[in-house]
């Protein structure tokens, strides 16, 4: 039930959006059933009724072939142009709920909580979060549009069969109602489980896929090699063990479509002669029935990849469903302080990680004065990422308040985007000229080199910023923080990962640029921390000292710093 | 020649323990190899489901041919009775045919299921004896998406389009003999409808194939725009740019609806003129039936007249003669996606620099006795680096020419050279990661070669520069497996590594992958306490063991290691000169006379 009302969440993304379109995809697509029920259904009509009109000369003359044969050739022009249109129009529909959908998503992971929520999650959930979004689009194309189609399809025919003869109507219509809906809806149950297996078989492969690849050195080392690859073989078997039970579902299902169609046919060959034998009905309406009956379980048969597809949806919804509820705007900082008289002031902050576990700071007060630069050092673990992270406002403190200026924060792994080089900065300010940008660019030491470009400013990146070297990503990404003309910087580790020379051009110009603004650098290295003018050692959690440049303790903390 | 020698010439044979190719059923071999020739023929599911399949599909003759007999007995005023035996007929037919159609489809799934497997079991052989320094060795990302998502469209493209194409051939031919001698009119009707569908569809689909799969590729470009942001979620955040990023997504997501519908307007198109002559191709066959029975066409029936059983056969038969051709067209995408499956997973089955194979299982525990390593005339390259490097920054070139090196059992060594200068290479040949072109290496006294790698690598512990931590238990992270290491070993290597703590705290715990929930500093502990349980270990080495970490940690680092190495042969490839003057030796590569031995 749980998953329904998921799933229901998702119903209402896709149904709030663009109804419309929709709507019109799925009558489309009732259309091209009717119009192929009907196609057959006519041609049967129209033979028979020739050929007893053409047993003799006089009915051959008076019979008005003009009408049934210009509707058949209607109905086949009607069955093209509407299927034409019914898959255009369903997946212009499907693609732009996709899109909303990424968007939401997007927006829903963007807000505090999740956002943590993300920054501490392993890479299989990012990854699992675009798997979901893809196994939606089955809703509505193979879900929502057949199940449609299918039961509209079945009350028009059986509604202009029980014009012919009520009993008749009345009996197909039940007969296509409950087969066509019990064996997908039997299937469907049945296929949750293994599809769920499945699911999740594939996940197992693709860890073990990248432990293979990333730990082989180890695993060769231990002598574990044929273990992982006889640990990927069996993920494999379990996979295939699912996908052999979704298989023999689907084919299953296919039999008893099959089976429940010749039952429907060879019932109604039988209802029809008895009705054309008591005189009920004529042979020609006999016949119309019979090739109705031929063509009538074909929208039902659409069903059955919606129903095998339908507990992998219900999966993505369950994963998805809370994440697409709306999302409020948060109140743009409600506790930032009308202008405090330092750059950022922590006053008695608790926080830990975890409910229960020992706090990562306690009770800590510190405040950086406007303009000042202050060095976070310590060994890793001691809570210098956790003070930045409070600055930058990512992590709430538990206890304590913490009020900065305006902050821009400089990761310590290069985040880039693939965008031109142009989007990646605009992040930062978004109605930044040209000039402005080759301005930032000139200071981060980048500017000679996007002169250069070909293609200047409008270069394209690759995913994560690919194309560039290290240095120069970094580069970029000063540009950026450059561009963000905030009066308080936080950088953690700004030049980790940098060839020395690099690195010493990076911090020079750091230092060139940041006159005037208040700057809060994490690092163990020694020539980022020669930036600051006071340096803080932190360890569990706590300041353990604070020292001025000039005082012999500023020195005696840089020599602990790793020198290159 | 060498031993060693020996070793690289046996390597083809060793690499992979079964061949798979053997297991494979002739015709998957025919198909592989038609593949590689390039033609994009299909790999086949086998010729018995194929051919239950398309009997199924030919029974709806027998069908057809009872239920037309039963309308004209209807028109004749036959009665009920008469329609019986033939909707029996119909029925007992209809069940024969779902059951054929049942079980081929099955087997043709089954076939095409099991040749997955030994497609993913070929790569990751494959993969599995790819040494880790081949720069041309594909990234594990990428990996991992071609074995696990991309190769599950291989199924489908072997279960069903060959058996569909086979019956696109089969039923239209099956068909138009029977409607032939019955009516030549009819049987030209289909047999000019026919050929025009894929004149038509080509016409249509030709221009439009090569943008629509490009198009289609973009869709998948959307998670990966989607996934771009959200990695670099930090910095969107903090530079209140989400409103504005969640807006660039949904251009960039309308944009590319907007240029794939285009596309989509006329890919459509070429299935919608296969509806068109199929549903113009039935209406016809009705029409001149209809006309024929009012005597208005008269020919057409080789001079006779049709009876209404035999037009209602025609009739019965004509939507069946288009139906395989239907659902090609349907499935034509799984073709397109099993085709790209299927040169993916050649892709990365690509042989590429071996490591040094394992043959076997060591038989004998090594006793943990002090290790000596001796390398004598030592010649590596990385192979075929030159391509695989695309900024061309790395041509190929020699790493070691004429290396040799000796090493005292229980010796500490730290190994020194500039950036690409070799020491983790050097230590990676010492491990057997990478098979050296030429010269030896013997460790112990015994060279270094498949029969004794697993053996020689019993007594060796290893510290990798980014070690690996797989998802489990730190218990399990520390035996990677290993069954001759009990709770004791696993406690006092925690122990060595001073994560008692997090042992205790949280023993259950399941590490995430790639170590989520550690930090740089325990994951490399936790790699120590992965050395320290090997009590067998003669030699340790470790590559470049306190890089990136800040120096509180790393001398903590180099204490430990100094700690596990005692009695043993230690060998440290570093740039840290704080941890190679801890060592008893400190060799410089590419400069013989910088070889500094301690007093």
């Keep these: 039930m749980n998953s329904l009302r998921h799933l229901q969440a998702v119903m209402a993304l896709f149904w709030s959006q663009n109804r419309l379109m929709l709507a019109a995809g799925t009558l489309l697509a009732l259309c091209t059933a009717l119009a192929g029920i009907a196609l057959l259904g006519l041609s049967g009509w129209f033979i028979t009724a020739t050929a007893i009109a053409g047993a003799s000369v006089a009915t051959a003359l008076v019979f008005d072939v003009f009408a049934p044969a210009a509707g058949i050739r209607f109905l086949a022009l009607a069955r093209t142009f509407s299927r034409y249109g019914e898959r255009l129009v369903t997946h212009d529909a499907t693609l732009e709920v996709l899109a909303r959908l990424r968007e939401r998503v997007f927006r829903t992971f963007a807000t505090d909580e999740e956002a943590r929520s993300l920054a501490a999650r392993p890479a299989r959930l990012l990854f699992r979060l675009t798997v979901d979004i893809d196994a939606l689009d089955s809703l509505y194309l193979r879900v929502a549009v057949p199940l449609v189609a299918a039961l509209g399809s079945a009350l028009v025919t059986s509604a202009a069969l029980g014009l012919i003869a009520p009993a008749l109507g009345i009996g197909i219509g039940l007969a296509l109602i409950l087969s066509g809906l019990a064996i997908p809806a039997v299937a469907a149950a049945r296929a949750q489980k293994p599809a769920r297996r499945r699911a999740h078989a594939l996940e197992v492969l693709r860890s073990r896929t990248i432990d293979l690849m990333r730990g082989q050195a180890d695993l060769v080392m231990a002598n574990r090699l044929s273990a992982q690859t006889a640990a990927l073989s069996a993920a494999d078997s379990r996979l295939a063990d699912a996908d052999d039970a979704l298989n023999h579902i689907e084919a299953s299902t296919g039999f008893s479509f099959a089976v429940a169609g010749a039952g429907l046919l060879a019932a109604t060959l039988i209802a029809a002669a008895v009705l054309a034998e008591s005189g009920t009905i004529g042979a020609p309406a006999a016949a119309l029935a019979v090739f109705v009956a031929l063509a009538c379980l074909e929208p039902f048969a659409a069903l059955r990849r919606g129903a095998l597809e339908l507990g992998r949806v219900l999966l993505s919804a369950r994963r998805l469903g809370s994440k697409l509820t709306d999302v409020v705007d948060e109140a743009a900082s409600p506790d930032l302080p009308s202008c405090p008289a330092n750059a950022v002031e922590i006053a008695g902050v608790t926080v830990s990680y975890r409910h229960g576990d020992r706090p990562v700071v306690e009770d800590q007060s510190l405040a950086v004065a406007r303009g000042e630069h202050v060095a976070l050092i310590g060994a890793s673990g001691a809570g210098k990422s956790t003070i930045l992270s409070l600055i930058a406002g990512e992590l709430p403190p538990h206890a304590g308040t913490v009020r900065t200026l305006p902050a821009a924060l400089l990761t310590q792994r290069t985040e880039l985007f693939c965008d031109t080089l142009r989007g990646n900065l605009a992040l930062a300010r978004s109605n930044a000229g040209d000039g402005e940008m080759m301005e930032a660019l000139h200071a981060a030491g980048l500017g000679a080199f996007v002169a250069g470009l070909p293609e200047g400013l409008d270069t394209m990146l690759g995913e994560g910023g690919a194309g560039l070297s290290a240095g120069q990503a970094r580069r970029l990404a000063l540009a950026r923080l450059l561009l963000r003309d905030t009066p308080v910087w936080l950088l953690d580790e700004p030049t980790e990962g940098l060839d020395g020379s690099t690195a010493r051009d990076v911090i020079e110009r750091i230092g060139a640029c940041a006159a005037g603004r208040a700057l809060v650098i994490v690092t163990h290295i020694r020539r980022e921390a020669e930036l600051a003018d006071r340096i803080l050692l932190i360890e569990h959690g706590r300041v353990q000292a604070d020292c001025a440049r000039g005082s012999r303790e500023y020195l005696r903390l840089l020599e602990r710093l790793r020198p290159d | 020649m060498s031993a060693l020698d020996t070793a690289i010439a046996r390597q083809p044979a060793l690499r992979k323990p079964v061949d798979p190719e053997a297991l494979t059923i002739p015709e998957q071999k025919a198909g592989a190899r038609r593949r590689r020739a390039g033609s994009g023929a299909p790999a086949s599911p086998g010729r018995f489901p194929i051919a239950l399949q398309a009997g199924a599909s030919l029974i709806w003759i027998g069908q057809a041919a009872l239920l037309a007999m039963a309308i004209g007995d209807i028109a004749a005023g036959a009665g009920a009775r008469a329609v019986i035996w033939p909707a029996i007929g119909v029925f007992v037919l209809g069940v024969l045919r779902a059951w054929m159609d049942r079980s081929g489809s099955r087997l043709a799934f089954r076939t095409a299921r099991h040749q997955l497997s030994l497609l993913r079991e070929k790569a990751v052989s494959a993969l599995a004896t790819r040494s880790p320094l081949d720069a041309s060795r594909p990234s594990s990302g990428y990996v991992a998406s071609t074995i ?163 037009g209602v056969f025609i009739l019965m038969l004509a939507p069946a003669f288009f139906e395989p051709m239907r659902e ?272």
């Design chain 2, 148 to 310: 696990a998502e991309q190769a599950e469209a291989v199924v489908p493209y072997v279960a069903r389009f060959e058996p569909l194409r086979w019956r696109a051939v089969i039923v239209p031919l099956a068909i138009f003999a029977c409607v032939l001698p019955l009516s030549w009119v009819a049987a030209l009707i289909m047999l000019v409808a026919l050929p025009l569908i894929p004149i038509f569809m080509a016409l249509v689909g030709w221009r439009a194939k090569e943008a629509s799969e490009r198009q289609l590729a973009k869709m998948g470009d959307m998670n990966a725009f989607l996934l771009d942001r959200l990695r670099g979620l930090a910095t969107i955040r903090s530079f209140d740019a989400v409103d504005r990023t969640a807006l660039r997504l949904r251009e960039e997501a309308d944009l590319l609806r907007r240029r794939t519908m285009a596309v989509l307007r006329i890919a459509f198109l070429s299935s919608a003129v296969l509806e068109l002559f199929s549903a113009l191709g039935v209406a016809m066959v009705a029409v001149y039936v209809g006309f024929h029975f009012l005597g208005q066409l008269e020919f057409g029936a080789w001079g006779g007249r049709l009876s209404l059983a035999q």
């Design chain 2, 328 to 599: 090609l067209s349907a499935v034509w995408h799984d073709r397109a996606a099993g085709v790209a499956a299927l040169e993916a997973l050649e892709k990365v089955t690509a042989a590429g620099e071996p490591v040094v194979v394992a043959a076997g299982v060591p038989a004998v525990k090594p006793d943990g006795r002090a290790a000596g390593v001796v390398i004598d005339g030592l010649h590596f390259r990385h192979a075929g680096s030159g391509a695989a490097v695309t900024d061309g920054s790395m041509p190929e070139r020699k790493v070691f020419d004429d290396l040799s090196l000796d090493i005292r059992p229980g010796e500490r060594v730290a190994v020194m050279a500039p950036s690409g200068g070799g020491k983790s290479t050097l230590l990676a040949l010492i491990a057997g990661l990478a098979v050296p072109e030429g010269g030896t290496i013997r460790i112990g006294g015994e060279t270094l070669r498949p029969e004794t790698a697993a053996r020689l690598r019993a007594g060796m512990a290893w510290l990798g520069q980014t070690p690996h931590i797989f998802p489990g238990t730190p218990g399990r992270n520390v035996t990677l497996g290993r069954s001759d290491m009990d709770e004791h070993v696993v406690e006092a290597a925690l122990g060595a590594a001073r994560l008692d703590s997090l042992a205790h705290t949280r023993r259950q715990v399941v590490l995430g992958e790639g170590g989520a929930g550690l930090s740089g500093g325990e994951a490399l502990r936790l790699a120590i306490a992965r050395a320290a349980a090997v009590q067998g270990a003669g030699l340790v080495l470790a590559d470049e063991p306190t890089a990136h970490l800040d120096r509180a940690t790393a001398g903590e680092i180099t204490d430990m290691l100094l700690e596990i190495s005692e009695g043993r042969t230690l060998i440290v490839a570093t740039h840290d000169p704080v941890l190679a003057s801890r060592m008893d030796r400190i060799v410089m590569l590419g400069d013989e006379s910088a070889d500094g031995r301690r007093a």
